[in-house]
Structures are given as C-alpha cells and as structure tokens.
C-alpha cells in the first residue's frame, strides 16, 4: 500500500513539472524579441504577427500558402552593398522585388547587389528570415530605403527579428524610427 501510495505522488509530481515545463515553453514563446522592445521604448504603436515556418534548403522560410494576409501587405528586408556607399537595406513587399539600377540610382551607387548569404549575418546581425529594419538601424545605422508602396500601404508588416515572429506598424512610423527614405525601386519582375 505504501509502494503505491509513493507511486501515485511520484506520478504526480511528473505531471506538476510537465505542466511547469510546458507553462516555461509557452511563457518563452511569447517572450517579446529585442526589436519589439526597441518599438516599446520609443513608443511606437505595433501588433505582433506570427507566421508559419518551414526549412528551404539552408534557411527558413515563411509559410506563404498558409499567411493569412495578402502579400503585398508583407514586406522583406533585403540587405544589399553598393560600390560607394557599402551595406544598405532596401524594403519591398514579398510579391515584389528590387530593380537593381532604380535603386542604386536612389542610394548613390552605381552598383548595388545582394550580400552573399554566407555573409549575411556578418553584415546585418540577423539570419536570412529574420532581418528588419529596426535591429538593423540599431545596430549599424545602414542607409535604409523603403519601396513607395509602404507608404502607399500605410500599415505594412516586417520581421521582429525571429523568423516567423513580424511586427504590423504605420509605415511613416517605422520610416522615421529607423530614418528611412521612400523610393520607386519596386518591381514586380525577378531580376
């Protein structure tokens, strides 16, 4: 009677740390990221969104079949070096991407192209999923430049530094935060 006794409060103590474990795990989960504690700090209005993920080759990828918003309202951070200004940031809705010769134009080179993925996170401090504007602003200060469509959008949604973790903000708002410009370099042709 005793050994099962002790059993049964074995059992039960299993269970009391699983539901411990398990109450840790969701707590982490919805631990806020640096970049929404940076929109914190300076006040600025945001919503997190979260997005399923799935392995692509070497990276992980947003789930685009299952997003439960359009597109267009989504926007990539690509980080990209030009011949006379180094790294930069261009932002472009993920339907759409970056016409090369529009945006060195814009940002005073007379080339730009991406930065080789391999030195991704040594350029920007993010992972390939995870870039956004404001960790990288935070971090390096790199000219960023917004596809007009942002502004057009008026709320736009970008990455909160974690692969499927995004913030839904006023495109204006992030702009000056991070001290953006606007620009026509969207295209909807791969180049």
């Not at 600025?44 to 685009?64: K, L, N, P, R």
């Not at 070096?81 to 930069?88: A, Q, R, S, V």
Request: proline fraction near 3%; hydrophobic fraction near 40%.
């Amino acid at each position: 009677m005793i050994g099962l006794k002790t059993s049964v409060i074995q059992l039960q103590l299993i269970r009391i740390c699983e539901v411990n474990a398990l109450g840790k795990k969701k707590a982490k989960d919805t631990e806020k990221t640096l970049v929404e504690k940076m929109l914190d700090a300076k006040h600025v209005q945001y919503e997190g969104v979260s997005f399923a993920t799935h392995q692509d080759g070497d990276v992980m990828q947003i789930s685009e079949e299952e997003m439960a918003v359009p597109q267009h309202q989504v926007y990539k951070t690509l980080v990209l070096t030009g011949n006379k200004t180094g790294p930069l940031v261009g932002m472009v809705p993920l339907d759409m991407h970056i016409d090369y010769k529009k945006l060195s134009s814009v940002s005073g080179n007379k080339k730009v192209g991406m930065v080789p993925l391999k030195d991704l996170v040594k350029t920007s401090g993010y992972e390939h999923g995870a870039n956004n504007p404001v960790g990288i602003h935070a971090r390096h200060n790199y000219p960023i430049y917004f596809a007009n469509e942002a502004r057009e959008a008026g709320t736009i949604i970008v990455s909160a530094g974690k692969i499927g973790r995004s913030v839904r903000l006023n495109a204006e708002d992030l702009a000056k935060l991070v001290g953006a410009k606007f620009a026509d370099f969207a295209t909807e042709t791969e180049q």
